[in-house]
């Protein structure tokens, strides 16, 4: 099963309340309504001592700082004669295509990889604390050839044994474009060509190559290279078994900052 994550604001994320929320708007292109919430907004700033709808999404989040209302900022401190020292950026976090989705919108998460020979540990009866699902920034295309390189700030590309390639040109119906690699070849090999993907920043997250199962994608040895993601139950955040998901207690958490 294929889902796309987005930010909305009208969710309510749980969070240290304690936290200052700011956002520079601009740079948050895929958020709105921060006034209609109980943002304080001043020209391209919108701000709140507590977390509002999807701060998570549509916010960055300061510890130890105060908001500056006239301002719409939050500071590290307010002078005595009511002045923002040290205003915070907000400015919405870098996400690189093909990589782990930072807050922000076009991950992709994808439901049920399949187990193989030297492939990532998946979630199953006795294993409910391993990959449920499994997520990536997706890119638009149709084709391959219209799918967007990865970025090139210092970050990984595909090698010899993992290429870029759209979902709808190899047996899925959307247009997203992913990071494919040959499962085959890992499975024999004990070699994951996505690994070196992995990153510890913003959160510690393995990238590896993940299978769907026979007939997921046209050609036999594709797999998608991405990080993994659990199936908790919203209340608590235990990992859920088959029973949990069927009852309905349970979502998909790919960032350990969201976990309940």
């Known amino acids: 099963m294929l889902s796309a994550a987005a930010a909305l604001l009208t969710l309510t994320t749980r969070v240290n309340n304690s936290t200052c929320y700011t956002a520079n708007v601009t740079t948050y292109t895929w958020c709105k309504g921060y006034e209609s919430v109980g943002y304080s907004c001043v020209d391209d700033y919108c701000s709140s001592s507590t977390c509002l709808g999807d701060c998570l999404s549509c916010s960055q989040s300061y510890i130890n700082s105060v908001i500056d209302t006239k301002n719409g900022r939050c500071c590290t401190s307010i002078s005595s004669d009511g002045i923002c020292i040290g205003?915070?950026?907000?400015?919405?976090?870098?996400?690189?295509?093909?990589?782990?989705?930072?807050?922000?919108?076009?991950?992709?998460?994808?439901?049920?990889?399949?187990?193989?020979?030297?492939?990532?540990?998946v979630w199953g009866p006795g294993t409910e604390n391993e990959t449920y699902a499994f997520t990536m920034l997706a890119q638009s295309g149709k084709t391959d050839k219209e799918c967007p390189p990865p970025n090139t700030n210092n970050s990984w590309s595909p090698?010899?044994?993992?290429?870029?390639?759209?979902?709808?040109?190899?047996?899925?119906?959307?247009?997203?474009c992913v990071i494919a690699c040959n499962w085959t070849q890992v499975s024999e090999s004990g070699t994951d060509p996505c690994n070196v993907g992995s990153i510890v920043s913003p959160v510690i997250a393995t990238y590896s190559c993940y299978y769907g199962g026979p007939g997921w994608l046209k050609g036999k040895d594709l797999g998608v290279c991405g990080f993994n993601c659990s199936a908790r139950h919203v209340v608590g955040g235990a990992f859920c078994t088959d029973a949990d998901i069927k009852a309905g207690l349970c979502d998909v958490y790919c960032d350990p900052r969201d976990f309940p």
């Open 159 to 176: 090698g010899s044994n993992a290429r870029i390639i759209s979902l709808r040109s190899h047996g899925e119906p959307i247009s997203d």
């Open 87 to 121: 205003p915070l950026s907000g400015d919405a976090p870098y996400n690189p295509p093909y990589g782990f989705p930072n807050h922000g919108p076009g991950g992709l998460i994808v439901e049920g990889p399949v187990y193989y020979k030297n492939g990532p540990k």
